[in-house]
């Protein structure tokens, strides 16, 4: 039976800031539309972590019974590991998807009703990334998944529950925090090339290559910086978000310096950082600004 321990890590704390940053600049976007709700801010942020947390169980459950994960580089998984029963998983994932739904229905009815819909597509986007016959992440739509789900919806999801409108200001912080999340991605199936090729998993670092998976994180964590000069038009305080570059190089340092395997572990926590910073940053800007 695994311990909480292994339970948290299996939660794969390391991804969090994928759910806390969209929120944290999805929520300055809407402050700066005069819109700040901090109680719905609050269940946005229940929504996303909650999302992260089940899609992270319900890849690790998919994953485990596949046998994707007996040869595993990374992290502990706990079915792929044999610490815990797929279907004590598949509870766990099942349960915070119920959690996201719980909190997202109070955000719908005090919102907007069609955000339910939106709701649902998160919810299967997650359980289908691994799950099911013909999973997505196994076909190379992770990045463009996480792009859409992680950026896209969640941070213009969290500006329009707060502010009941959008902005350009939040499709840019969207854009910026999308390439952040498809970042972290990137730099954990470049970790895998050589296990997801073995088991059939046709991620995009699989059908780029080791070299150009490389190029492709390089680039998204360039993203966020351009947006960055770009949000000069609507604040000069944006310049703000400059301040996470340091992070940035060095979240792309083992990257760059042809890492492989646990090597590249420190490149997903420091992309993952930088997000988060850049997020706060940004956020503040944008509601001061």
Sequence with gaps: MATAAQWV??????????AIAPVLVGTGAAAGLDGFAPGKALLALVV????????????DYSDGIRGTDDERVGPLRLVGSRVAAPQQVKIAALACFAVAGVAGLVLSLTTAWWLLLVGAACVAGAWYYTGGRNPYGYSGFGEVSVFVYFGLVAVLGTEFVQAERVSWSGLGCAVAVGAFSSAVLVANNLRDIGSDTATGKRTVAVRLGDARTRTLHRVLLGVPLVVSLLLVLTTPWSLLGLLAAPLAVRANAPVRSGALGMALIPALRDTGLAMLAWAALTGLALAVG
């Design 9 to 18: 890590e299996g939660a794969r704390p390391r991804t969090l800031p994928n």
């Design 48 to 59: 996303a972590l909650a999302l992260i947390v089940g899609v992270n169980y319900a890849n």
